[in-house]
C-alpha cells in the first residue's frame, strides 16, 4: 500500500478521479491533496460536484472506460444484471440530475443493484454529498493500490 503524498500533479488527480474538473485544479494546490479532499469538497458548488460525479463512468459501462474502471468494474457480465443496472442508473440520473457513484470494492455488480435502489430514494442533497464522498474514497484506493 503506498503512503498518501504531499503532493499530486493535475495529471496524477485527473487520472484517480476520471477527468480535469473544477476539484481537481483546487486539489492540485493543496498539500495531502487526497486527506483533504473533503474540505475542497465543502468549497465545491452543486453544479461543480455535478461536474465531478459525471466526469466518472456509471458502473456497468462498457464503452470507454479508464483501464483502472474497466478493472475495478469486474467481469459480472451477467446480461440481467447489467440490463438492470443500465435501467436503474438511468433512473437515479433522471431523479437525481448526476451520475450513481459508489466504491465498487470488488463486490460483484449484483450487490451494487440493492446498493442502486435504496440510494435512489434518498434526498438529492444528500445523495450529492454522498456520491461525492464515494468518488473520494474510489480515488483513495486506487492511489493506495497502485
Known amino acids: 500500500m503506498r503512503e498518501l503524498p504531499r503532493q499530486l500533479s493535475v495529471e496524477e488527480l485527473s487520472e484517480l478521479f476520471e477527468g480535469r474538473t473544477r476539484f481537481v485544479e ?3 494546490a ?6 483533504n479532499a473533503a474540505a475542497v469538497i465543502d468549497e465545491l458548488t452543486d453544479a461543480e460536484k455535478r461536474e465531478l460525479l459525471d466526469a466518472h463512468p456509471a458502473i456497468g459501462q ?5 483501464a483502472r474502471s474497466a478493472a475495478e468494474q469486474g467481469t459480472d457480465d451477467d446480461p440481467d444484471v447489467l440490463a438492470e443496472l ?3 442508473n438511468a433512473e437515479y440520473e433522471a431523479r437525481h440530475g448526476f451520475r450513481f457513484v459508489v466504491f465498487v470494492n470488488r ?9 442502486l435502489r435504496v440510494r435512489i430514494a434518498n434526498p438529492t442533497d444528500e445523495e450529492l454529498e454522498t456520491a461525492v464522498s464515494e468518488l473520494v474514497a ?3 484506493d486506487r492511489w493506495e493500490r497502485s
Open 30 to 35: 493543496r498539500e495531502d491533496p487526497l486527506a
Open 26 to 28: 483546487l486539489l492540485t
Open 107 to 115: 463486490r460483484p455488480k449484483a450487490v451494487i443493484l440493492e446498493i
Open 86 to 88: 443500465a435501467r436503474l
Open 138 to 140: 474510489i480515488a483513495t
Open 62 to 66: 462498457k464503452q470507454g472506460l479508464s
